[in-house]
């Protein structure tokens, strides 16, 4: 993931962290400029759709330059940082590679490294592109000084054409031609291509946007500001444009748009990944949802015994809740009903029944609802069953859940009880045919031995795809798991 730019300076890619992703936001730097690495050292930490991971550099070195501010969201294979490799210190700056410099001196990439998920990955193309010759004379489309750090921080060098008579140099030669009004130098506006989609959305003409970031870029706030001017700014628009006739009324989106009274989150990472695997999930699979109220007295009188007497039962040291024996009833259901843990292969027009269960536990991050689960649940004993989901809670409460922690799910749980809801209806994870969500644990009247007596009461609600999963067997599944958790007792026989 490094390509060279000069004889002393390396780039290190965004590589992809995950399976197929495109992009991930810089959460921290954990460098400075100047700072010393060694290989394998964690510069930076990144989010991506499914989880947050640490990035180390893959060799020692001075850092140079970090191409991006933290919380700026960059596509995959886009250099973030510079770093002066070690024993070449005060060598030229990075974007000045002397170009008469053989392709041979570059310092190789180190021996026997293959391509890893977060590292070295295939060494780049030594080929160097010579910098264009300034035009003589007045150019007649001078082309944005910043255009060599803009595109190339935005990986779209290589789909912008270069203009004839543009200058690759890193001095300012253009600046003194900027006007006052938008500092644009009559120039294309320098501006991200989600920005200026923003500006086609709200009709605002970038030409007339006053630029506020490095090298004169635009950003999204210079934007609204352009489409919902203060007082202050209003007379030096009206100065600046020809004076029209009625003025127009602004679009429907600059209307809707005050930031007095409203709060825009952009949609990305976890959230952008949960967006549409949802929407994905719910025009998908044709979901069902089935509904038992259950008596857990029993359950909450054993969890209490467990509490007071892990060493008995294996459970020393380890967290005992009702979510524990609740996964416990859940496997021992799809032990009895293996078709539940299946899933629908559309393009092989086939079921696709799994021996296996890997149990997704819903944990709300603050990053976003995120799904880890546990990798052959199915064969785990209760005191086993209960490390797993201690170490997964823990992982998720710290944002260190990682992408594989996050794949191969085959059914689900989501404790919405937690949160005080009495149940809900939950929607599946792409790829699996049943979750369960647990509601509160409540004390409420309740029959028992043909008496009104206080209970501990749940509702469970089991969500399953009608595709594979039909009424009786998704029915039996939740009888199932409302019998177990109406006498748990046999639980610690079963392990």
């Not at 596509?75 to 070690?86: E, H, K, L, N, S």
């Not at 030229?92 to 053989?102: G, H, I, S, T, Y």
């Not at 959230?271 to 949802?278: F, L, N, Q, S, V």
Request: charged residues 20%.
């Amino acid at each position: 993931m490094t390509t060279m730019t000069d004889a002393s300076v390396r780039e290190f890619k965004m590589p992809d962290v995950g399976e197929g992703l495109t992009e991930a936001e810089i959460l921290k730097w954990y460098v400075q400029p100047g700072d010393t690495v060694t290989d394998g050292q964690v510069v930076c930490e990144v989010e991506t759709a499914k989880a947050a991971v640490e990035l180390p550099i893959p060799y020692d070195g001075v850092v140079r330059e970090l191409r991006f501010a933290e919380g700026t969201t960059v596509d995959v294979g886009t250099p973030i940082i510079a770093v002066a490799v070690a024993g070449a210190a005060g060598e030229a700056p990075v974007q000045e590679a002397p170009a008469a410099a053989p392709a041979a001196e570059e310092p190789a990439a180190p021996s026997g490294r293959k391509p890893v998920l977060v590292g070295y990955g295939v060494a780049e193309s030594a080929t160097r592109r010579r910098p264009r010759k300034p035009q003589q004379g007045p150019p007649a489309a001078p082309a944005a000084p910043a255009e060599e750090t803009l595109y190339a921080a935005t990986a779209l060098r290589d789909t912008v054409p270069a203009q004839e008579g543009a200058q690759t140099s890193s001095a300012p030669a253009a600046e003194p031609e900027r006007p006052a009004l938008n500092g644009h130098g009559g120039q294309r506006p320098l501006a991200k291509p989600p920005v200026r989609k923003l500006a086609k959305d709200l009709g605002v003409d970038l030409a007339t946007v006053t630029p506020s970031g490095p090298e004169g870029v635009i950003t999204r706030e210079d934007v609204h500001k352009a489409a919902a001017p203060s007082p202050v700014e209003a007379p030096t628009r009206v100065q600046a444009a020809p004076a029209p006739a009625p003025q127009a009324a602004p679009t429907a989106a600059a209307v809707s748009y005050d930031a007095a009274r409203e709060t825009r989150v952009p949609v990305k990472g976890v959230r952008k990944a949960t967006a549409a695997a949802m929407v994905g999930s719910a025009f998908t699979a044709p979901h069902v949802t089935e509904f038992v109220t259950v008596d857990v007295t029993r359950t909450m009188k054993l969890v209490e015994e467990l509490k007071r007497s892990p060493a008995e039962y294996g459970l020393e040291g380890l967290r005992v809740n009702p979510l524990l024996l609740i996964a416990k009833a859940l496997l021992v259901a799809v032990r009895r009903h293996p078709e539940i843990n299946a899933s629908w292969d559309e393009a092989n027009q086939e079921i696709v029944v799994k021996h296996y269960v890997n149990l997704g536990i819903a944990a709300a991050t603050p990053r976003g609802l995120i799904v880890p689960n546990i990798k052959d649940a199915h064969s785990r004993t209760l005191p086993e069953l209960a490390a797993s989901l201690g170490e997964l809670v823990a992982t998720a409460r710290e944002g260190k859940t990682s992408p594989a922690a996050m794949q191969g799910g085959t059914v689900t749980i989501t404790n919405v009880g937690v949160f005080g809801v009495d149940t809900g209806t939950p929607l599946l994870n792409p790829g699996e045919s049943a979750i369960l969500a647990v509601g509160a644990i409540k004390l409420q009247p309740w029959v028992h031995k043909g008496k009104v007596k206080p209970r501990q009461v749940t509702t469970l609600a089991l969500s399953f795809d009608h595709r594979l999963v039909d009424g009786e067997l998704g029915s039996k599944v939740l009888a199932d798991v409302a019998a177990v958790l109406e006498r748990p007792k046999r639980l610690i026989t079963w392990g």
